[in-house]
């Protein structure tokens, strides 16, 4: 299969904000080009896009995927609904079994001194990590503990229900585990290569850390209480960001399969989990301290490019921070790229193979409607990527 690679950029302004924490509950930050710059990390843009798949409807709950220690309770629930009769701890027992078998391991968690002190059973094994499970494999799981609920023991030691319970688990990945990938530590055979790669979005200027004194007023107190009910502080930032993520859509192709349905082109998997990738990725936002700031903003610019190279992230244009003397810099950030951008396509010969769309908002962003194929609105890019991404997808290789 021929190598396609999906770009997409965005320039996104935040204000006063602290999407993402770090152990200090201080925004992240990165030192870039000599000074420090507002950073949001990968997994929580990643998270944001995955969630924003769900809740935004981008694709049905059967498409996608589950991460969750919980896995041993997440079959048994499912093989409780194909047989009531397999209930409890009945069903967790041969869940637990079953997941074992796939390659999957698990241990009883301690439970806490109050609990075991009144009684309480003991908690349902987990994984000892996160584990990424598409609902059709928690399905098939499932029904394969069903089918050997008499004698669960004795029918997984047979090889070639084992190596069922094994493929069940490797086969029919959901989009978010095709695009974002998984690893199980415990067997690396079952383990998805990500076909998504995302860039800690960092500030395209310097930014320095502020905090905010705050106090909270205790609505009984009476007119002779003074005093705040609560102080305490909250640090934030605002920054403009540039945002970068990269699609290998042969990998996207390779850990989707085939369509399962036979009244639909064999392109059609990857173009949906595509165009959910560019929606979700463009209009998500890390909900960090989003009750207290209430930052929900969009991006002024996208710029998504299709490429047989190789990814090229075009951070390098902010390595000297964006002044911003004029005030704001969305308009110099702009300025940047529709600079940079055509300077190392030309130096590397990747100019004549490369589709190039842009959105953008206002007149800040004038300087990119030159660099692509302008789109009105989201919904028609993610159309016009995900039409060409599929026709790329059907040349012969």
């Known amino acids: 299969m021929n190598r396609i690679f999906l770009d997409v950029h965005a320039l996104q302004t935040v204000p006063p904000s602290n999407l993402n924490r770090d152990d200090t509950g201080a925004p992240k930050t990165a030192v870039y080009g000599g000074v420090p710059r507002a950073r949001v990390s990968s997994q929580a843009w990643k998270r944001a896009t995955r969630t924003y798949f769900k809740d935004e ?6 498409e996608l995927g589950v991460r ?5 309770e997440a079959v048994a629930g499912r093989i409780t609904a194909l047989d009531p009769s397999l209930a409890g701890e009945t069903a967790l027992r041969i869940a637990d079994e079953t997941v074992n078998a796939a390659g999957l391991k698990t241990e009883v968690p301690k439970r806490k001194a109050a609990a075991a002190k009144d009684g309480e059973p003991e908690p349902a094994p987990q994984s000892k990590y996160l584990v990424f499970l598409s609902a059709r494999q928690l399905d098939g799981l499932a029904r394969l503990a069903v089918e050997g609920a008499a004698d669960i023991t004795a029918y997984l030691k047979d090889k070639e229900n084992k190596g069922r319970a094994k493929q069940i688990a490797d086969t029919h990945h959901s989009v978010d585990i095709a695009l974002f990938g998984r690893m199980v530590a415990d067997d690396a055979d079952i383990n998805v290569d990500a076909a998504v790669q995302v860039a800690h979005a960092i500030s395209v ?8 004194y705050y106090t909270a007023v205790d609505d009984e107190n009476t007119d002779a209480e003074t005093g705040a009910g609560m102080i305490g502080t909250v640090d934030f930032n605002s920054a403009t960001l540039y945002r970068y993520a990269a699609l290998g859509v042969h990998q996207l192709a390779a850990n989707l399969g085939q369509s399962l349905r036979d009244d639909k082109p064999r392109t059609d ?5 595509v165009e959910a990738f560019v929606h ?15 930052h929900h903003t969009l991006p002024d610019a996208v710029i998504v490019k299709l490429r047989t190279t190789r990814p090229v992230s075009f951070v390098a244009a902010f390595e000297d921070p964006v002044r911003g003397e004029a005030g704001g810099y969305v308009r110099e950030a702009s300025e940047r790229l529709a600079e940079y951008i055509p300077d190392i396509e030309r130096a ?3 100019d004549d193979s490369t589709l190039t769309w842009v959105l953008r908002v206002g007149p800040n962003t004038q300087k990119l409607a030159g660099i692509g194929t302008e789109s009105e609105n989201l919904v028609e ?16 290789a």
């Not at 969750?68 to 041993?72: E, F, N």
């Not at 200027?205 to 905010?212: A, F, G, M, P, Y």
């Open 57 to 62: 409807h981008l694709l049905d709950a059967s």
């Open 68 to 72: 969750t220690k919980k896995i041993v």
């Open 205 to 212: 200027h310097r930014v320095e850390n502020e905090s905010d």
């Open 269 to 273: 998997p990857v173009r949906r989990a």
């Open 280 to 294: 979700g990725f463009v209009a998500s936002l890390p909900t960090g301290k989003i009750n207290t700031f209430g």
């Open 348 to 350: 590397y010969g990747d």
């Open 381 to 396: 890019l993610v159309a016009a990527v995900g039409q060409t991404v599929a026709e790329r997808l059907e040349k012969p």
